[in-house]
């Protein structure tokens, strides 16, 4: 190994760099770079546009100098890699200054493309104020546009992470803000009644959200563009963020004749090896495994890119180690919501066919008792009848990263909700609950796959057969403030059992309460007094969480 | 199962009784309780003190009346049950207030009886100003005594997690505070040099810290309390606070002749049963197994007690459920910082004679460019054969709960440091990094077990032997600022590379940098160049910490 390539200089590629170097001194090592910048913080450019970030500086980690100084890796910026001759262990660069092309030979070659923004075939969509976010010079074209033009509205097209985080920022600055999202829902990677939650909180923060709502064409007007939208409205708006996705950038690799997987990115094995041994690739550019389905996904977060970039720098230099499947863990801030998920959601385990529960709980992120406690609103799916973990999601203002955390890794275990049960976290009242969300979740699961309780969903409540009554164990005041759930009979969870007599033997009860736990006690209560019943689970809270449309 | 007695009304004992009624509709439920509360926040009594909790009722999470309500249990305030009489499967009460005694017959009994303050054998040290906290009368004489007596000066006696919660709250009150803790250091789970950033914390804070010293004798005079130490000092205060600890509460079972463990809690099997089959016995009270030595522990901790209480009436109810072994999982907030640790500490391991490796890393607690990042500073014991993680110790001001969760699900699951490597956590920038700590934690401790590291740990930098060096490769601005260790060659690791032949290669150096990230630069350079090397693990950060003394 004499000679090391590298193209791409952020997550993936800095990092492979970087630890190839700490492997070998001896070894040469480029990194081209086509932009400016290598080592930047992706990441931090939205919150550098909405003010978070004070300074620009500090989105930057690295130079080329300071990258020569430690790791003595000669950073070519402006350099872009044009073709790879994967016969001739070759690929010809174009310095994008001075437009000559030139030819360097590699042992071994490590792609970190990384992604590009998805730019849709909508008419009129380039003009002076559209604008993508993935780089430094992508933000600060933004930051002076809405400098030169004192925007008052603008508008984001898409509701993933980058889409929300510049919907904040925007707000953060005083501008008005439309959402534009094609499906029913923000954050793809929760279901929709998690999602609701975090469009209650981008409503709450004055975004006019408009889901299910595509853009279809753009005109240049004299105040700024003028939107037209696939349901046939119009909008006018003076700046224009696209952010519906990012799609692999593959061009070099498909012209090299690598293999490409399915779902368009760079295929690898489980070594970062693409099909050519002496070619690596990492991060958004490529294809990894789902740890729970076994089939292919596109992840393109910064901490694989991270990790990959240094198993990719292991294996070239004699490591025989494995990327590990991945489980797509996720966590995006909403205002003052975090919205975090991992493993699998409702849609993909429906898709995919496969048997699965769900519950939801709504425990304080912290003693209740203790000032500054939130709900933590869990979604857990698991298997019906082991209890295996199969995802989680969380949304909440508090300790959100904390239980998607904890999650991912016991799913990484093959952890089951009995496990969830003995779960010994830190407890004291600023940090936790005795019983903390996890433990809650745990029960609450648990109690279902023992046959302890059975649960229904919204949906069921929504349209009751003649065979069952509806029961509400929450206190009328509750009721009066938060609304019921259509021909409910109010009976307070404190009051039932002196109150039996006035529920039916022969219907099937519908059971819920606030959050679940007071239904868990009611329902225990009437199934030992030989009723047939069912617990709404996650309570009237989740009800109108499914419930909710925007 | 007619008849469930339950001894004790808080944490363990209100936690079964729920369960049992949940479970069974028909089983008479009597609930005794000596105190005036039952369900109370223990945990909340010093928040409440300090001011934190603004409201005494919010301590008060159910009351005779409303457990009767939800439960039907039959709560008994006032009531000590005195004898138990296992043949007869009754137990004598004595009702406090009336003085009658009566008794009454099981079916099943659970014990949650918790545990005493220990009271050490002081001369003089019961007086109208010596308090200990357990319960809320407790806690309403000590903010009684604080109201009357408005002292200038209280003193609190131990270092333990209430210790350290009572020095917060009398310092939040403006009560100057001294601290006298008889070992070296405050927090036993902890090893001293995590210790010592507490101690920092707790110095930072105004607060008079005396390790290594013991209340001898206390003497009322007439300004308050005398006392004196065991080292001949004396000191004058106003307000005493024993805190040296908690013993089980077993004067009942005992008497009675069931089995009481080593350390003096009451013996169990992992179906909470006592050695009567009839009794149960959960909390504070009991001892439980060790996850790691299999040996018994006394774990005096809210979740514990709740999850057993909860097994324990699953399994008068006919489940068959273990009990998980313990791993002592704790955490405790002092002053802005929190501390906590799970598994085993390094004392323990050198105690137990197993071998074991440590390091420390100190990452920010989320990317670092976004604003309110804090280091973690955490300690990593794990097996230097196979990385499998044995315990974990964390100090800092966020993200410390987070980390110290997962890891204690890791070691429940057997995980390894390379495990650590590959965790897949949750990122963005407001909650963490592309690297997590946890990460980084993996990838320091999986280059010890490859061999591609050499550390070394800050007793052998105190005295290096003729054959070695110490090399700082810090800027010159940071030893300026923070300091070097000894006769430390400094050169910066952006210049190491063109200064190599400043070093010598028959000499052994001990590298060092600030937190340790520098050096594993340094420390791979100078291998690769065939240097023979070392790298003080945790790096200046923890040198300062080990080398600490208050
Ligand atoms: C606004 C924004 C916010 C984000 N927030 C988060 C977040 O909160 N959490 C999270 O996990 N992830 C986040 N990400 C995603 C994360 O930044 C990426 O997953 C990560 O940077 C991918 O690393 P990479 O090395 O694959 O690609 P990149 O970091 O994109 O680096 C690829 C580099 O390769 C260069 N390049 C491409 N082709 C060539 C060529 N032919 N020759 C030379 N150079 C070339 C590009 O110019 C680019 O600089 C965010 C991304 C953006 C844009
Ligand atoms: C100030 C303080 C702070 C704490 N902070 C934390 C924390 O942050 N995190 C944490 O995990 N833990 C904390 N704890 C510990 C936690 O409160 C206990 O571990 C838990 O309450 C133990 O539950 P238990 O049911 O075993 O005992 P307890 O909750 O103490 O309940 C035992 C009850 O039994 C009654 N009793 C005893 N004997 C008899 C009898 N013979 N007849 C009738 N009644 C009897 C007692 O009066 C008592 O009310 C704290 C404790 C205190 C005191
Ligand atoms: C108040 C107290 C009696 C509660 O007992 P509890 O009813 O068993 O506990 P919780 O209120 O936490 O509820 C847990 C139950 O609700 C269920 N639950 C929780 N959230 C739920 C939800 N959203 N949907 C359905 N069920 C839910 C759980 O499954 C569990 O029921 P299970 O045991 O039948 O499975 C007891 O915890 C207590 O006395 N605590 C105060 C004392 C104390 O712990 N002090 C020390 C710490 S400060
Ligand atoms: C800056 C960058 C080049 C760093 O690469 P790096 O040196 O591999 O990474 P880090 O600075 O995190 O350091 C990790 C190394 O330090 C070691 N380390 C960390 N803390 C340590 C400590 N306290 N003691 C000893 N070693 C330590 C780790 O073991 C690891 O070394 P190894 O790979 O040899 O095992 C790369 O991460 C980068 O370009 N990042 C910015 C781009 C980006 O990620 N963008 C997307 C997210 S916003």
Redesign the interface.
């Known amino acids: 190994m004499k000679k090391l390539l590298i193209i791409g200089g952020v997550?993936g590629g800095a990092s492979a760099a970087a630890r190839a170097?700490?492997?070998?001194?001896?070894v040469e090592i480029i990194m081209f770079e086509r932009g400016e910048y290598i080592s930047f913080?992706n990441?931090?450019l939205p919150?550098h546009i909405g003010g978070?970030?004070a300074s620009r500086d500090?989105?930057v980690?690295q130079t080329p100098q300071?990258f020569k100084?430690?790791?003595?890796v000669d950073v070519r910026l402006f350099n872009e890699v044009v073709a790879i001759d994967k016969d001739a262990k070759t690929v010809t660069v174009k310095n994008l200054q001075s437009g000559e092309q030139y030819v360097e030979s590699y042992d071994a070659l490590v792609l970190s493309p990384g992604a590009a923004p998805v730019t849709p075939p909508i008419p009129g969509l380039q003009t002076p104020r559209t604008f993508s976010l993935r780089n430094l010079p992508d933000m600060d074209r933004i930051i002076a546009s809405i400098k030169d033009n004192q925007p008052k509205h603008a508008t984001v097209v898409g509701g993933g992470?980058i889409g929300l985080?510049m919907v904040e920022a925007l707000r953060e600055l005083g501008i008005a803000v439309t959402l534009l999202e094609l499906s029913p829902q923000v954050m793809a990677p929760v279901d929709l009644e998690m999602a609701n939650m975090v469009h209650q909180e981008i409503v709450d923060h004055g975004v006019d959200l408009r889901l299910n709502t595509g853009l279809a064409a753009v005109e240049q007007v004299e105040a700024g563009l003028q939107l037209s939208l696939n349901n046939g409205d119009s909008l006018n708006t003076e700046l224009l963020i696209s952010a519906i996705g990012v799609k692999p950038e593959t061009k070099l690799a498909v012209d090299a004749g690598l293999a490409i997987g399915a779902l368009g990115g760079i295929a690898v094995d489980d070594r970062m090896r693409t099909s050519d041994p002496a070619i690596y690739a990492v991060g958004d550019a490529i294809e990894e495994v789902d740890l729970i389905t076994g089939e292919k996904a596109l992840i393109p977060?910064?901490?694989?890119?991270?990790?990959q970039g240094?198993i990719a720098a292991n294996n070239i230099f004699g490591a025989d180690e494995a990327?590990?499947k991945?489980?797509?863990?996720?966590?995006?801030?909403v205002f003052s919501l975090?919205v975090?998920s991992?493993g699998m959601n409702e849609k993909r385990l429906s898709r995919a066919g496969m048997a699965f529960e769900k519950i939801y709980v709504h425990p304080a992120s912290h003693?209740s008792?203790?000032?500054g406690a939130h709900p933590v609103s869990l979604k857990l799916l698991f298997n019906p009848v082991d209890g295996k973990i199969l995802g989680a999601q969380a949304v909440g203002r508090d300790g959100?990263?904390?239980r998607?955390?904890?999650l991912?890794?016991?799913i990484?275990?093959g952890?089951t909700v009995f496990?969830l049960?003995?779960?010994?976290?830190?407890?004291?009242?600023?940090?936790?609950s005795?019983?903390?969300v996890l433990?809650q979740a745990g029960?609450v699961a648990g109690n279902l796959i023992n046959g302890?309780i059975r649960i229904c969903h919204s949906d069921e409540l929504e349209a009751p057969s003649a065979d069952q009554v509806l029961l509400d164990v929450r206190n009328p005041g509750e009721l009066a403030k938060l609304g019921t759930i259509g021909e409910a009979i109010n009976i307070p969870?404190?009051?039932l059992?002196d109150r039996l007599d006035e529920l039916p033997k022969d219907k099937e009860i519908l059971i819920f309460c606030q959050v679940g736990l007071r239904g868990?006690?009611a329902y225990?209560?009437l199934a030992?007094?030989g009723f047939r019943a069912k617990n709404l689970t996650g309570g009237f809270k989740t009800y109108q969480a499914v419930k909710a449309a925007f």
């Open positions: 997550a170097r700490r492997l070998n001194e001896e913080a990441c931090g919150y978070d970030i500090a989105l980690l300071s100084a430690r790791f003595n992470f985080e977060l910064a901490g694989p890119a991270n990790r240094r990327y590990s991945t489980q797509g863990t996720a966590i995006c801030r975090a975090a991992t003693a008792y203790f000032p959100i990263d904390k998607i955390d904890v991912a890794v016991a990484r275990a952890m496990d049960q003995q779960m010994e976290l830190t407890y004291a009242p600023p940090f936790g005795a019983k903390d433990n029960f302890e969870v404190d009051q059992r868990n006690v225990r209560m030992n007094h």
